[in-house]
C-alpha cells in the first residue's frame, strides 16, 4: 500500500509527465522514426567522387581494370537514409565527403496518403500540446499544496482535469504514430523511384515516441486514481478535510418580533343609488307607466286587523256533542276605515 500510495503522488506523477513531454517533443521534431539503406547504382567518377564509382574514360582511376570484372551487387552502393515526421534524408553518393540531402517526407508521399499524412502531424501537435497544458495544471496542484494548504479541494480539481488531458493526450498520440507507420509503409512501396528503400526498420525516435505514450499513460492514470481515492471514494468522515469552512458558525439572530395583528378594519358603507333618470314623453313606454305612478302617487288605505274571536267553549267529554276536531284556523279581518266607521254610525241611530 505504501509503494502504491508513492506511485499516486502528485510529486510522481509530475515527473512523468514532463518526461513524456520531453520525450514526445523531441520524437516529434526528430526525422529518425525509421531508417534503412537504398540499392541504386554506382555512380559515375568524378573530380569530387574517385571512390566507389564507375570510371570515366580520360580520368586517372585504379579502378578502372577491375570493373570489367565486376558483376552483381558490385555495381551498386547502398547508401543510408533515415526519415521523420518532417524530413526525409539521404547520404549523398556523389561525393567521397560524407553528406546528406534532406528533402521534405510530404513530397516524397503520394496523393492518396497527404490527407492521412496531415492528420497524423495534427494529432502529435495536439498530443505534445495536451501534455504541455497538463504538466501547468501538476505544477498549479503542487504549488497550491505548498502555499495554500487548506485550498486543497481546489487542488483536486485541478488534478482531476490534469488526469483528464493527460490521458486525452495518451490515447491521441498513440493513433498519430500508427497512422504515420501505415503512411511510411505506403510510401516504401509505392513513392519515387529515387526512394526504394531496399530493406528498413525503426529507429530511436520511434522507440522514444512510444516511451513518451507509456509514460504519459501511467501519469494520467495514477493521477486519476489520486483524485478517485481522496475526492470520490472518501466517507462523510473525511469531509472535513475537502471543505475548508468546516468550522463556520452563522452570527447571533435578533429574537422575533411579536406577532402583530392589525385592527380589523370598519365596514364600508354604499353609496345609495342615484334615482332612475326620469322617462321621456316620447318613449313608448311613458303612457303604461303614468298609471302606475298615479297609483303610487295615492295615499294608501290604512288596513285594520281585528283581534281573533276568542275560541268556543270546550264540551264536556261526557256530552254528545264532544268530538275530537282540530282547532278552527284563526281568522283575520280586514276592513278599511271607512267601512267601520259606517257600521259603529249605524249602530248608534239604529232603533234599536
Not at 502504491?4 to 513524456?20: C, D, E, H, I, W
Not at 573530380?47 to 585504379?62: D, E, F, Q, T, Y
Not at 318613449?283 to 276568542?310: G, H, K, R
Request: charged share 10%.
Amino acid at each position: 500500500m505504501a509503494l502504491l500510495a508513492r506511485l499516486r503522488s502528485p510529486q510522481l506523477t509530475f515527473a512523468q509527465t514532463v518526461l513524456s513531454l520531453l520525450l514526445g517533443a523531441v520524437a516529434l521534431l526528430s526525422s529518425y522514426w525509421c531508417e534503412g539503406c537504398q540499392k541504386v547504382p554506382k555512380p559515375l567518377c568524378s573530380l569530387v567522387k574517385r571512390s566507389n564509382c564507375i570510371p570515366v574514360p580520360g580520368l586517372a582511376n585504379s579502378s578502372s581494370v577491375q570493373f570489367s570484372w565486376e558483376t552483381g551487387d558490385d555495381r551498386f552502393v547502398f547508401p543510408t537514409f533515415h526519415s521523420g515526421l518532417w524530413m526525409s534524408c539521404t547520404e549523398n553518393i556523389y561525393k567521397d565527403v560524407w553528406e546528406e540531402k534532406c528533402r521534405s517526407f510530404m513530397a516524397l508521399t503520394p496523393g492518396s496518403e497527404k490527407g492521412i499524412l496531415w492528420l497524423a502531424v495534427s494529432m502529435e501537435i495536439v498530443y505534445i500540446s495536451l501534455l504541455f497544458l497538463s504538466c501547468l495544471l501538476l505544477f498549479l496542484q503542487l504549488c497550491l499544496a505548498a502555499w495554500f494548504p487548506s485550498a486543497e479541494r481546489w487542488g483536486q480539481l485541478v488534478n482531476a482535469y490534469s488526469a483528464l488531458f493527460t490521458v486525452l493526450a495518451g490515447l491521441l498520440g498513440m493513433v498519430a504514430h500508427m497512422m504515420f507507420m501505415q503512411v511510411f509503409h505506403v510510401t516504401a512501396s509505392m513513392g519515387p523511384e529515387d526512394f526504394k528503400p531496399h530493406s528498413y526498420g525503426y529507429s530511436w525516435a520511434f522507440y522514444m515516441a512510444w516511451v513518451a505514450f507509456v509514460c504519459c499513460m501511467s501519469s494520467g492514470i495514477c493521477t486519476l486514481n489520486n483524485y478517485t481515492k481522496k475526492v470520490l471514494m472518501r466517507g462523510p468522515k473525511h469531509k472535513r478535510l475537502v471543505y475548508p469552512c468546516r468550522n463556520f458558525t452563522f452570527p447571533p439572530q435578533p429574537p422575533p418580533a411579536p406577532f402583530y395583528c392589525p385592527p380589523p378594519s370598519p365596514p364600508s358603507v354604499l353609496p345609495p343609488s342615484p334615482p332612475p333618470p326620469p322617462l321621456s314623453h316620447l318613449s313608448p313606454y311613458y303612457a303604461s307607466s303614468t298609471p302606475e305612478i298615479l297609483s303610487e302617487a295615492s295615499p294608501p288605505q290604512t288596513q285594520l286587523c281585528l283581534p281573533p274571536p276568542p275560541p268556543p267553549a270546550k264540551s264536556a267529554p261526557h256530552s254528545p256533542y264532544y268530538a275530537h276536531s282540530a282547532p278552527s284556523p284563526t281568522i283575520s279581518l280586514a276592513i278599511s276605515t271607512h267601512s267601520y266607521m259606517t257600521q259603529n254610525s249605524e249602530e248608534e241611530y239604529s232603533p234599536l
